[in-house]
């Protein structure tokens, strides 16, 4: 099995920073994608940023300038640099990742969700 463990998300004012991280860990072959995506109270939840192997990245149009996803191959980590933090981005963070396991099977996994919360 894999497990995906976020960490980082907390309570910032308008225009702070927050890094969130995502470890994975487990019977893990290969990892072929990793992202982030967050829902907010009565939304959908919606990409925020993904990449696979760490050169081709995609971002919400809502966090370009403003996040950078980046990630550890080595580690299997992926994390979330998110500066000039609006209150529109307060959301519960989920991380997710494209898994090829040991016995060569893809499944797609979710952490556990961080929040982040912006407000003066």
């Known amino acids: 099995q894999v497990q995906l463990v976020e960490s980082g998300g907390g309570l910032v004012q308008p225009g702070g920073s927050l890094r969130l991280s995502c470890a994975a860990s487990g019977s893990i072959f290969r990892i072929n994608a990793m992202g982030w995506y967050r829902q907010a109270p009565g939304k959908q939840r919606e990409l925020v940023a993904a990449t696979t192997s760490g050169v081709i990245v995609n971002y919400a149009d809502s966090v370009k300038g403003r996040f950078t996803i980046s990630r550890d191959n080595t580690k299997n980590t992926v994390y979330l640099q998110m500066n000039s933090l609006k209150p529109e981005d307060t959301a519960v963070y989920y991380c997710?990742?494209?898994?090829?396991?040991?016995?060569?099977?893809?499944?797609?996994?979710w952490g556990q969700g961080t929040q982040v919360t912006v407000s003066s």
């Open positions: 997710n990742a494209d898994v090829l396991t040991l016995l060569r099977n893809a499944n797609n996994y």
